[in-house]
């Protein structure tokens, strides 16, 4: 399962944390490709991005950080592999009609004795 980093913890060390720059120039001499957005908050906020609920501003900037960051396009390639197989799941994992029955009938048996 992907790691869940919405509490700021386990955020993960990658050249796409800071870009290694130093000096306005990143290890190695070559020019770095800047974000408006971190990598560490691309993580922290990614099942937001994902499920839909920012402002317009905010997804733009967050998709532009998304195609332009390997680490990160990959943790989102990876939470949507797994928000896809567990929709899947859950949509093919029905309770029983017995199981169903049977529970309807427990609330309404515990409903009655409550009531008395």
Do not use: W
């Not at 017995?98 to 427990?106: E, F, G, K, V």
């Amino acid at each position: 399962m992907s790691p869940d980093f919405r509490d700021g913890q386990g955020v993960p060390d990658h050249p796409g944390a800071d870009h290694g720059v130093v000096d306005g120039v990143v290890d190695g001499g070559v020019q770095p490709h800047f974000h408006d957005t971190d990598c560490s908050e691309f993580m922290l906020r990614i099942y937001e991005y994902m499920d839909g609920e920012m402002g317009p501003e905010e997804n733009l900037r967050f998709e532009a950080h998304v195609r332009h960051c390997t680490p990160c396009l990959q943790q989102h390639r990876v939470d949507q592999t797994v928000k896809g197989l567990i929709r899947r799941v859950e949509s093919a994992t029905a309770a029983p009609a017995t199981l169903r029955a049977s529970i309807i009938a427990r609330i309404t048996t515990i409903r009655i004795e409550t009531s008395d």
